[in-house]
């Protein structure tokens, strides 16, 4: 295929038609709803952001049985995403081994502090359920694994209760569990009705954490805090790699007094002191926007989205920011800016020219699929396919924001339809999973896995978007991809093997 055709409309349309014709009639109309091509859209102003195109597929409905699907469960989403990076706690994985091995420390959410003494990230807690417990029930052996976690942890702040699929099916009360404990031991105990088999996907998972942080955590604290007029809560940054470091240190920069972070590196005390917050910054807008709309319902604490993807989006978050605040903050925001230009100048100096028309297809979850989106265009790399695996309606509206017209749109795409995709596309670069990860390079296309930033990171912020460059290209112009030919380019006959 042509370079010519990489962000071509109708090749696209046509290549999706092509794709759909491999499954059964009654799946191939389900699936055609949630593929699509970018089209135009009226021009409309939504969040302060100009609509460039419109990405109209179906999403959050049921994968279709049979069909292979990328996506986690409700539990993945509340331990691996919301609550299991927040450090001073220990989350306990109420059910069988298998889950919390799968979900342990798989997501490189840093932090700081010691390990097994007053931060528990990386640590993994499971009470793990023989059959007997299935049949008898795992109450009382959620009771002494939390009074074993007290005696062995005690500057553990609180408790999670991350009930996987059999808590569901058997009836475990895990809330009457929590009351129980939290008197004895005056610490937070958070009972999460999380079981994989809740949902369409990981996003309930999301839904479910945030709901059990305003029923649980919030206004439960008397913890004394003296407010200023320039706190903010950052929200839905779960500092993968260090980005929420990244992210902090440009708001204080510009004046800013960040009072909490959800949840990377966070602690049960900044999530209780979150309403107090003269703003709430997220990031992650498909975790965490129920909570933050809570507290604005409750607390009357605005929220606004920020993107710290690339500089031009992140010069664009802080001039946005800075407007919710006096001209010292708008003044803060002008200088971290122009502080950070040099560096920006230099990196795309370098980069640039070695990027330059590249071409990128995405398939990750949370805000990827259009957050990075200008970290790519700032490189002069085109993104010619993008979706998500557990998105909503509102998310690929948004999307419209980033995306030009003719980008190849997928929800929930199978691994037939996403390899065939590649297969037909070609582009110069796949930003997934780690199961992604090796079918995509033994097709011989350059990989980053961009749910966890590929062991690098931070890739936020002005010294996350110089990594991010430079990942980038040492991915896509790493000379390995030269010295191999696939199987199906070869010109000469395979060897027969003597009998």
Known sequence: MSLDHKNDAEFHANLIEEVLKAYPDKAQKKRSRHLSVAKPADASEEGGEQNLSECAVKSNIKSIPGVMTIRGCAYAGSKGVVWGPVKDMVHISHGPVGCGQYSWA?????????????????????????????????????????????????????ISVQSECPIGLIGDDIEAVARKKKSETGKTVVPVRCEGFRGVSQSLGHHIANDTIRDWVLDKSEREFEATDYDVTIIGDYNIGGDAWASRRLLEEMGLRVIGSWSGDGTLAELEQAPKAKLNLIHCYRSMNYICRHMEEKHGVPWTEYNLFGPTQIAQSLRHIASYFDDTIKEGAERVIAKYQPLVDAVISKYKPRLEGKTVMLYVGGLRPRHIVNAYDDLGMEIVGTGYEFAHNDDYQRTGHYVKEGTLIYDD?????????????????VGSGIKEKYPVQKMGIPFRQMHSWDYSGPYHGYDGFAVFARDMDLAINNPVWDLFDAPWTKTEPLAVAAE
């Open 413 to 429: 795409v199978t691994g037939y339809e996403l390899e065939k995709f590649i297969e037909q596309i070609r582009p110069n670069l």
């Open 106 to 158: 798989q997501r490189r959410n840093y932090y700081t502090g010691t390990t097994g003494v007053d931060t528990f990230v990386t640590m993994q807690f499971t009470t793990d359920f023989q059959e007997r417990d299935i049949v008898f029930g795992g109450d009382k052996k959620l009771e002494k694994v939390i009074d074993e976690i007290n005696e062995l942890f005690p500057l553990a702040n609180g």
